[in-house]
């Protein structure tokens, strides 16, 4: 059971070092939403989307394994 939790923790602190990669790699300024949605996708395993308060499409990640729901687009 050890060990099982501790190669959750390392896929947790591996997930946490992505995300916090690409927001302090990010040398522009500008929140580039398509790479926090791709980062997100893979690491959720989920098709993400960030919409603006407006409903405009910000950013899309899309995850290969996961079924595209084409009636939410």
């Keep these: 059971m050890d060990?099982?939790?501790?190669a959750r923790n390392v896929v947790l602190l591996?997930?946490?070092?992505?995300?916090?990669?690409?927001?302090h790699n990010n040398d522009t300024g500008?929140?580039?939403?398509?790479?926090i949605c791709r980062v997100m996708?893979?690491?959720l395993?989920?098709?993400i989307l960030v919409i603006s308060k407006k409903g405009k499409?910000?950013?899309v990640g899309e995850c290969k394994t996961v079924h595209a729901a084409?009636?939410?687009?």
């Excluded at 084409?70 to 687009?73: A, V």
């Design 30 to 35: 500008k929140v580039v939403f398509n790479d």
């Design 57 to 59: 499409v910000l950013g």
């Design 3 to 6: 060990t099982l939790n501790a």
């Design 45 to 47: 395993k989920a098709h």
């Design 70 to 73: 084409h009636g939410m687009i």
């Design 14 to 23: 591996d997930n946490t070092r992505k995300i916090e990669k690409l927001i």
């Design 41 to 43: 996708s893979e690491i």
